[in-house]
């Protein structure tokens, strides 16, 4: 069955420390895939997302993704990160490029101010 | 309207009674999810709706849950007879189209005391 697999649940960091929370999907064909993230209290919202083209995609707030397609992975990553980057992050794939999403598992972030 | 809308935001229910959870995609948009999250939980998925085709309702925890999309807009989710596990935020998302990202509304907190 496809699925994707987010292999950190927690993840706390201290302000300015740089980092990557890890996404790999299983699924053979094309697929376009994303990242959202939910802050305390607020709705789910697009952080970036792939399609096609350069492998490496940047979202708002300084975040990226790389598509390593031999790898079926999209790693998000932030050189440093904030207090306010405190928030959940969840990883999602749609094979195929049809409607159906297959969601991660969500990491959560805690910024140690 | 400009995003997502659900209404009620906040819905306290007495275990036993039925509720229903509205959602208002955005205009146009082909695709209509219902996802369940609950405290410290990821994503799960309930239902599915995509045009005119049928909808995928694998995800639907147990036959007191049903839901429809009328005029392939407006989706109601209905819960009978709910029980102290029915209580989550229960959240919508419509896509645009095919291998696009999802737009999520701010959910509704169910509670059911």
């Known amino acids: 069955a496809q699925s994707v697999s987010q292999h950190n649940h927690h993840v706390i960091l201290s302000e300015a420390a740089s980092l990557e929370l890890g996404c790999n999907y299983s699924y053979g064909g094309t697929v376009n895939l994303f990242w959202y993230v939910q802050y305390p209290g607020q709705h789910l919202q697009l952080l970036l997302k792939?399609?096609?083209?350069d492998p490496l995609v940047k979202g708002i707030k300084g975040f990226e993704a790389e598509f390593i397609k031999s790898k079926f992975s999209f790693n998000l990553r932030k050189p440093s990160v904030q207090w306010s980057d405190t928030a959940e992050y969840f990883c999602?794939?749609?094979?195929?490029?049809?409607?159906?999403?297959?969601w991660g598992a969500g990491t959560k972030l805690i910024i140690k101010p | 309207g400009a995003g997502v809308s659900q209404s009620p935001s906040n819905k306290v229910t007495e275990k036993g009674k039925d509720v229903e959870l509205r959602c208002d995609p955005i205009?146009?948009?082909?695709?209509l999810y219902w996802y369940r999250q609950s405290l410290g939980q990821g994503l799960e998925f309930l239902i599915y709706?995509?045009?005119?085709?049928?909808?995928?309702k694998s995800g639907l925890p147990s036959d007191r849950f049903s839901a429809e999309r009328t005029g392939g807009s407006v989706s109601t989710l209905t819960i009978q007879r709910t029980q102290q596990e029915d209580s989550a935020v229960y959240l919508c998302?419509?896509?645009?189209?095919?291998?696009?990202?999802?737009?999520f509304g701010q959910g509704t907190r169910l509670t059911v005391v």
């Open positions: 999602a794939v749609t094979p195929g490029r049809n409607y159906q999403l297959i």
């Open positions: 205009s146009g948009h082909t695709a």
């Open positions: 709706f995509q045009g005119n085709s049928a909808p995928d």
């Open positions: 998302a419509s896509i645009p189209r095919r291998g696009s990202e999802a737009f």
């Open positions: 792939y399609f096609s083209g």
